[in-house]
C-alpha cells in the first residue's frame, strides 16, 4: 500500500488542477505507486537529489526517513 502524506506544487496558478488531483488519487481513479521510480533512506539523500536531476528513467523518488 502507499500512503501519500503530502505533496508541494510550485505555482499557485494550479491550484485548481491540484485539488482535481486529490479527488481523484482519494477515489481511486489515479494510481500514484507506478509513477516512483527509485527510494532512498535518509542518509542517501544526496544520492536522492542527484537521482532527481538526471531526467531520463526517473519520475519520482521518495526519501524514506523512518
Do not use: M, W, Y
Not at 507506478?34 to 533512506?41: G, K, Q, R
Not at 536531476?53 to 523518488?61: A, F, G, Q, Y
Request: net charge negative; hydrophobic share 40%; charged share 25%.
Amino acid at each position: 500500500d502507499l500512503k501519500v502524506t503530502g505533496f508541494s506544487c510550485p505555482d499557485e496558478k494550479n491550484i485548481d488542477l491540484i485539488n482535481l488531483g486529490q479527488r481523484l488519487v482519494a477515489a481511486g481513479e489515479i494510481q500514484l505507486k507506478p509513477l516512483i521510480t527509485h527510494h532512498v533512506p535518509l542518509d542517501d539523500l544526496e544520492q536522492g537529489l542527484a537521482l532527481c536531476r538526471r531526467h531520463e528513467k526517473v519520475l519520482k523518488v521518495i526519501v524514506d526517513i523512518v
